[in-house]
């Protein structure tokens, strides 16, 4: 069954020269467990497609049709779609993500944070644990601070927050930059 489905979308900045396609009519479907994999150079517009697809793509403008699990995701309001969809049932692993974890708070209290936002209602512990271990860390590394952590274990982190809430769909924008060969497999 098909659950993402993308069809002529385009993704264009505004410039002082004109309009600048960094997407141009992209089509493409996913079934469920199926992944796709997008190379190119760098600035071909990759970033911005996954963006797009998150509708998170600033300073610029989406068109085309994007549905998810058969529901029109550029047409349904900005709320909606925060509340629905963004991080809980697609989300978006950024380039450098390992960055965005906050200094001052352990790596758990980071992870209780994501589940107190969305809501969550079900095993803290349980949940916490299968995330950490989805990405072969112990969980000793809950008890740490991001800076006592190395760059590879702060990215494996953040995608094991990605996973906390087990997305549908998961964007990862060069997740594995920071791991080394053989953490990335």
């Known amino acids: 069954m098909t659950f993402l489905s993308v069809k002529g ?3 264009r900045y505004t410039t002082s020269q004109g309009p600048v396609y960094a997407v141009d009519d992209v089509d493409f479907e996913l079934e469920d467990g ?3 994999g997008i190379a190119g150079e760098s600035a071909c517009g990759k970033s911005t497609l996954g963006l797009s697809l998150i509708r998170m793509l600033s300073g610029g403008k989406t068109e085309g049709e994007i549905l998810f699990d058969g529901e029109s995701i ?3 309001k ?3 779609f925060d509340e629905e969809y963004r991080w809980k049932k697609i989300l978006m692993v950024f380039q450098g993500a390992m960055n965005s974890l906050d200094p001052v708070y352990t790596i758990k209290e980071q992870f209780l944070e994501i589940l107190k936002q969305h809501n969550f209602d079900g095993d803290v512990k349980q949940v916490i644990s299968d995330a950490i271990h989805s990405v072969s860390l112990d969980e000793s590394v809950l008890k ?3 800076h006592e952590l190395s760059g590879g274990m702060k990215q494996r982190v953040v995608i094991a927050m990605a ?3 087990k997305p549908k769909f998961v964007i990862a924008d060069e997740p594995t930059t920071a791991l080394d060969v053989l953490i990335q497999a």
């Open 9 to 11: 979308l385009s993704a």
């Open 78 to 80: 900005e709320s909606d």
């Open 74 to 76: 550029l047409e349904m």
């Open 34 to 36: 199926q992944s796709i």
């Open 144 to 146: 740490k601070y991001p």
């Open 163 to 165: 996973l906390l809430l």
